[in-house]
T-cell receptor, first 111, second 114 residues
């Protein structure tokens, strides 16, 4: 289930299940969105991106959905694996300005 | 191809000393960004540079912090007279163009001020 910890919200899922990580972005003018994965002690690693002229984009085991009406972005991970355990950040940008990061969600995969 | 290289990985400084953080971008990338991350928080933008130019420093504290990206050599983030509140992880990222494409991040420098 999903819970809000002291700092980072945490999502716990069983290995093999699908994960959905949500993100509410702040700027209705944002035209570029991106998801990063950050493992402990490492830098953010690019997962998938999407531009505002699209509402869905798929990669390998991941799908990003964009709902501009409610300013909502989600990341779906199919068949979640232990190696998917990490903190996931969404980020937004408008008109090529530097990426603005959200607070992050910790994904914990239960084997 | 080497990714973004940051050094040192860990840096300990006493209050009042200077901290110098280095970043070598991906080969061929001329756009460099610096972000700061506190524990259990997201990354906060600090500064965006192109070769020899600061493009956007809206996230940089007005005092003690400076950044450069010279024609030759790595980008440097310099913090003078460090205070305990400067303790954080500092990440550098690079990209081949301005905006609209993923940033490639290094593994950061963890600064501890004692």
């Amino acid at each position: 289930g999903e819970s809000v910890g002291l700092h980072l919200p945490t999502l716990s899922v069983q290995e093999g299940d699908n994960s959905i990580i949500n993100c509410a972005y702040s700027n209705s003018a944002s035209d570029y969105f991106i998801w990063y994965k950050q493992e402990s002690g490492k830098g953010p690693q690019f997962i998938i991106d999407i531009r505002s002229n699209m509402d869905k984009r798929q990669g390998q085991r991941v799908t990003v959905l964009l709902n501009k009406t409610v300013k909502h972005l989600s990341l779906q991970i199919a068949a979640t694996q232990p190696g998917d355990s990490a903190v996931y950040f969404c980020a937004e940008s408008y008109s090529n300005t530097p990426l603005v990061f959200g607070k992050g969600t910790r994904l914990s995969v239960i084997a | 191809n080497a990714g973004v290289m940051q050094n040192p990985r860990h840096l300990v400084r006493r209050r009042g000393q200077e901290a110098r953080l280095r970043c070598s971008p991906v080969k061929g990338h001329s756009h460099v960004y610096w972000y700061r991350q506190l524990p259990e928080e997201g990354l906060k933008f600090m500064v965006y540079l192109q070769k020899e130019n600061i493009i956007d420093e809206s996230g940089m504290p007005k005092e003690r912090f400076s950044a450069e990206f010279p024609k030759e050599g790595p980008s440097i983030l310099r913090i003078q007279q460090v205070v305990r509140g400067d303790s954080a992880a500092y990440f550098c990222a690079s990209s081949p163009s301005r905006g609209g494409s993923p940033l490639h991040f290094g593994n950061g420098t963890r600064l501890t001020v004692t």
